[in-house]
């Protein structure tokens, strides 16, 4: 049977009556995310370089000040010390670039299993409000660690984001999760340390019919963490620590054993441009040649859960629903 693809996604398989719901990882295309298939982006997080080519296609810039002004990053301290980090920035090695070919990126691994890192505004409020249903959201992320974890992430208020946001996490079956976040797909490769991408449409996010059934108003500022990202059941990094160094509030660390450890080069809201992906359809032929579970084997008569789908254009692992 013939099926009928957006390029951005795959509209699900069929099979025996059932969808079959797609990932939403996918490996960074080469060169990076192609801006210009996109519109009315909504920034939280981006090199300057990024920014500056989408240029007035912007709509709402909170990126992340490097002079610490507007907003800053904060890691989490210890309850006990709070000179003690529960993440630590590890340092990129010479040569590292992001999903673009540029230097700038956030490392970040943890020293304590809790450990969270927050978009927090200082002099300006995070401006969310022209995000819609048409958005997508859009978030590059690499596992470079020893050890791969799962990883959450969420968006909007802090203080309301349980009924007014999106908790998502990677590294677990789509619409699987734990505790409050909802999980939108597998790392492909686990801590490869290749980039990738998440890319999830507002509309599926919303939908009390799938797999999530968030809700969000974003129509007044936002005066408290607007972002958070964390690991799930990580292997902690081992570091010695000094000081805190003249001027510094916080010890320094030399990481001495790494463990999880997870990067971040974008997190931005757009909408697809006509001319862009999304626009763009084409014709193809996908047929199933086999099924299989988790461990590898054959399944002729599939039930709900996820499984690995070999067809004429490739292998994925794919949550039957």
């Given at each position: 049977m013939?099926?009928r693809?957006?390029l951005i996604?795959?509209?699900?398989i069929?099979v ?7 990932n939403?990882?996918?490996?960074a295309p ?10 009315e982006y909504?920034?939280?997080y981006?090199?300057q ?10 709509v709402s810039n909170n990126n ?6 507007d ?9 006990w ?5 529960t993440?630590?920035n ?7 670039v ?6 700038e ?20 409020a995070?401006d ?11 978030i ?8 791969p974890s ?9 203080k309301?984001i349980k ?8 590294g677990?079956?789509v619409g ?8 939108i797909?597998?790392m492909p490769n686990?801590n490869d340390?290749?980039?990738?991408y998440?890319d ?5 996010l919303?939908?009390e019919n799938?797999?999530f ?9 936002v005066?408290d963490?607007?972002f958070t ?6 292997v902690?990094?081992?570091a010695?620590k ?7 509030t916080?010890y ?11 990067s971040l080069d974008?997190i931005?809201?757009y ?5 862009g992906?999304?626009g763009?359809?084409?014709e ?7 099924i299989y579970?988790i461990t590898?084997?054959k399944?002729?008569k ?11 254009l490739?292998a ?6």
């Amino acid at each position: 049977m013939k099926k009928r693809f957006t390029l951005i996604f795959a509209a699900a398989i069929f099979v025996g009556g059932m969808a079959i719901a797609q990932n939403y990882i996918t490996k960074a295309p080469a060169g990076g995310f192609d801006l210009a298939g996109g519109k009315e982006y909504v920034v939280l997080y981006a090199p300057q370089t990024v920014i500056d080519r989408m240029g007035s296609n912007v709509v709402s810039n909170n990126n992340l000040d490097a002079n610490q002004v507007d907003n800053t990053l904060e890691y989490w301290v210890t309850d006990w010390d709070a000179k003690d980090l529960t993440l630590y920035n590890v340092p990129p090695k010479d040569g590292e670039v992001n999903s673009f070919g540029d230097a700038e990126f956030i490392n970040a691994t943890p020293l304590y299993a809790w450990g969270t890192g927050v978009f927090m505004p200082k002099a300006k409020a995070y401006d969310l409000s022209k995000i819609t249903d048409r958005h997508h959201l859009h978030i590059g992320l690499r596992d470079f660690g020893t050890s791969p974890s799962k990883y959450q992430f969420s968006v909007g208020s802090q203080k309301t984001i349980k009924s007014n946001g999106f908790q998502i996490m990677a590294g677990v079956g789509v619409g699987q999760g734990s505790g409050d976040y909802v999980g939108i797909g597998e790392m492909p490769n686990g801590n490869d340390g290749e980039w990738y991408y998440i890319d999830v449409p507002v509309k599926d996010l919303v939908d009390e019919n799938g797999n999530f059934g968030f809700s969000y108003n974003f129509s007044a500022p936002v005066a408290d963490g607007v972002f958070t990202f964390s690991f799930n059941s990580p292997v902690c990094s081992t570091a010695t620590k000094t000081g805190p160094a003249p001027g510094e509030t916080v010890y320094t660390y030399e990481i001495t054993k790494l463990g999880s450890a997870l990067s971040l080069d974008h997190i931005f809201f757009y909408v697809p441009s006509e001319n862009g992906v999304e626009g763009v359809t084409a014709e193809v032929d996908e047929k199933i040649i086999a099924i299989y579970d988790i461990t590898g084997c054959k399944v002729e008569k599939p039930g709900r859960g996820l499984y690995i789908v070999k067809t004429n254009l490739g292998a994925r692992k794919v949550l039957f629903k």
